[in-house]
């Protein structure tokens, strides 16, 4: 017995005078097409498909706030740092291995390393720079000063 097949209307071809205007329908189908597919998700991967933590900057009266979603990381796994008026977060979350054989139906978890790098508005106090890690989030406290510079150092996250 011979299977029914299901086809998909597809639209006649365009033509367009202006090579511009092609390359932007093109374009704009690829995206569509791109964001219609089941894995792709916010925030981008990178290459080695860590996905890209989310992060916030808000300003107050008295000091920049930058906080950055870091679930299922230790502390230990992140590296905070300072350098060229640049504030850099770096870290590596790994694939826990066991010994016994898992046959995996779906997985959807990210491993690997990732960088993100923010640059500093010139009035923060780069020596006065506080972090802080509590349930999955980075919490980075960036005071203000009227005669910031840039210095290069590692920041202690903890107390």
């Not at 189908?29 to 925030?43: A, E, G, K, V």
């Amino acid at each position: 017995m011979g299977e029914v097949t299901e086809k998909k209307a597809t639209e006649p071809a365009r033509t367009y005078t202006d090579p511009f205007a092609a390359f932007r329908a093109e374009m704009d189908r690829m995206f569509h097409n791109f964001l219609q597919t089941p894995t792709f998700s916010l925030p981008f991967a990178g290459g080695n498909g860590m996905v890209v933590p989310s992060a916030d900057m808000k300003e107050g009266d008295n000091e920049y706030t930058l906080s950055a979603e870091l679930p299922g990381m230790a502390e230990d796994d992140i590296d905070l740092s300072v350098a060229n008026g640049m504030i850099t977060i770096k870290g590596e979350k790994t694939e826990e291995k066991k010994d016994e054989k898992e046959n995996y139906h779906l997985t959807e978890r990210r491993y690997g390393s990732f960088q993100r790098s923010f640059r500093l508005p010139d009035n923060v106090d780069e020596a006065k720079i506080k972090a802080s890690f509590d349930k999955g989030v980075l919490t980075v406290s960036m005071p203000k000063s009227k005669d910031g510079k840039h210095q290069e150092r590692k920041i202690k996250i903890g107390s």
